[in-house]
């Protein structure tokens, strides 16, 4: 049986590996999800006014945003490319199981498209003038929250593939679900702005992220299958 | 042999089959003719367990082929009309990418080898984005030799010859040559009679359907 699963792990990096090497050959993704996050930071205090304080209040809540509405364009072609070009017709002949696939295909998008996001998240914060005792939160709930974003955006992309018009229906669908996320994650901070202990929004920002990491894999393998069955 | 039993297969709203009655010999090559819409692919799909059955079961020695999916998928190849290449990856990038998928081991040799069993050997390094569709096809094709490494039992094959010319169809039948002699099992769906020239049986759909409405 241990061979059968270091198999399976293997397998599993390979994927990872392939969606990283695609990725890395076509960066217009990447750069438009860190040119929207920079926008959305320039144009905020704009809007607000150059006084700090009323800044600091917003920070939190403008990044946090930010990056749901910055990842939302590129999670339509999360899975579409490879719907159209028959890779997940290939992968549907994969010796292991489909739902280890799309756990890996998750994982990688979120070390494609938001790591760098996340490490250049105390930038922005310090751009908002964003307390400095508040980044390492930020960074820690933007980590765990930012896997459960990109998990419960590729159950939507799957959704949505081979939809007409998919890109309008993708956001209305997928945003709702990623409420509690947006409120434990900024909540971290907020208690953190009232000396309050951080520890409860955190925990159970972490427990959503692991909700989604179970549930995730499985509705977009099922989505994927009703896909290339029709 | 693979047994197609009471078949029906709905795409969409549309009723493909229904009721369908197949034998397909293992050891041998297997057409599937039929006009354009006769549900070809359809039928192809549904044997690579794609396109789920309505009703009617699809037997491998006296074993439903779905119930163990993992083992029917892992020793077949599946081949269509959109061939499963990343257009930002090169030629053997790609080979290499679905070598593993498979869980087989892939080196530079296999795919070397791979990739000169269809004339592709100076092509390893272009994108597939660079690609003509005869290359992207040969490219896809490459993947058959693979089966005299590692073992394979089905090739399913959707027009695997459209873009192909002539050279490349003399090593294609090259490749399923060498399959039948280790005893594969190929099904292929195309509208070219000539595809494979001798020892092959024939499945017509429009004849099938016409039978059963008379």
């Not at chain 2, 070598?99 to 272009?126: F, H, P, Q, R």
């Not at chain 2, 490494?149 to 959707?158: E, G, T």
């Amino acid at each position: 049986m241990n061979s059968v699963y270091s198999n399976w792990s293997n397998i599993f990096i390979a994927h990872v590996k392939r969606d990283i090497l695609t990725n890395s050959r076509s960066l217009i993704d990447l750069i438009s999800i860190v040119g929207f996050m920079i926008l959305i930071i320039i144009l905020f205090p704009l809007g607000l006014g150059p006084i700090k304080e009323k800044l600091n209040i917003v920070s939190n809540a403008v990044i946090w945003v930010g990056l749901i509405l910055a990842i939302i364009p590129s999670l339509e072609k999360l899975l579409q490319k490879d719907f159209e070009n028959g890779w997940l017709d290939q992968i549907a002949t994969s010796p292991i199981p489909l739902e280890i696939i799309m756990l890996s295909k998750g994982i990688s998008y979120w070390l494609i498209m938001l790591i760098p996001l996340i490490i250049t998240s105390p930038i922005f914060a310090i751009l908002l003038a964003m307390d400095l005792k508040n980044i390492p939160w930020l960074v820690i709930s933007i980590s765990a929250g930012s896997l459960a974003i990109s998990l419960i955006g590729l159950s939507g992309s799957a959704l949505i593939l081979g939809a007409r018009r998919g890109n309008i229906l993708l956001p209305i669908l997928i945003i709702p679900l990623m409420i509690p996320i947006l409120i434990f994650g900024v909540g971290v901070n907020e208690a953190i702005k009232i000396n309050a202990s951080p520890y409860g929004n955190l925990f159970l920002l972490f427990a959503f992220t692991l909700i989604y990491l179970v549930i995730s894999p499985f509705i977009s393998a099922l989505l994927v299958r009703i896909a290339i069955g029709r | 042999m693979l047994y197609l039993k009471d078949l029906t297969i709905q795409r969409g709203n549309k009723i493909v089959f229904s009721n369908f009655n197949a034998i397909i010999k293992s050891g041998s090559t297997t057409l599937i003719k039929g006009k354009n819409g006769s549900g070809k692919s359809t039928l192809l799909r549904a044997i690579a367990g794609f396109t789920p059955l309505e009703r009617g079961t699809i037997k491998r020695d006296n074993k439903d082929i779905f119930k163990n999916n993992e083992e029917w998928v892992e020793n077949l190849i599946f081949l269509d009309t959109k061939n499963g290449l990343s257009k930002d990856l090169t030629v053997a990038e790609n080979l290499n990418a679905w070598l593993t998928m498979k869980g087989w081991s892939s080196n530079k040799e296999i795919i070397k080898m791979a990739l000169k069993s269809v004339g592709m050997e100076k092509y390893a390094e272009l994108y597939i984005s660079q690609c003509s569709e005869g290359l992207k096809k040969r490219a896809a094709l490459s993947r058959l030799y693979i089966s005299f490494i590692n073992k394979v039992d089905f090739w399913i094959l959707d027009e695997p010859t459209n873009e192909l010319d002539t050279t490349s169809l003399v090593l294609f039948k090259k490749l399923v040559f060498k399959f039948l002699e280790q005893k594969g099992t190929i099904i292929i769906a195309s509208h070219d009679q000539n595809i494979i020239e001798k020892n092959f049986y024939t499945l017509d759909l429009d004849e099938l359907k016409k039978q059963r409405v008379s």
